[in-house]
């Protein structure tokens, strides 16, 4: 079973359900993502880049899934990463 959707349910509620499912597509786009540009040094992500929600995804998680959370590592390390960032990086 997929993490989070199994933590969606486990909350229960229609919040964390949905949550979850916006979870599942943007770590599928992460992965697609890490395999075309995580290798190369010093290439600049684009707009739709899901590094880029990466830090609000894991604020929401925080919230809706409390401490289950923490089970969500994949997730944890990109939006940790992400809102450590100033914004004139992400600009750039």
């Known amino acids: 079973m997929n993490t989070y959707r199994h933590l969606g349910d486990q909350v229960g509620t229609s919040e964390a359900r949905k949550l979850a499912e916006q979870l599942v597509v943007w770590h ?17 992500c684009g707009e739709d880049c899901p590094h880029e929600e990466a830090a609000q995804l894991w604020s929401a998680a925080q919230s809706i899934f409390g401490a289950g959370a923490k089970n969500l590592a994949f997730l944890r390390s990109h939006g940790h ?12």
């Open 28 to 44: 599928d786009a992460m992965v697609r993502h890490l395999r075309v540009v995580g290798a190369r040094q010093g290439v600049k």
């Open 81 to 92: 990463a992400a809102a450590l960032v100033p914004a004139r990086d992400k600009a750039a």
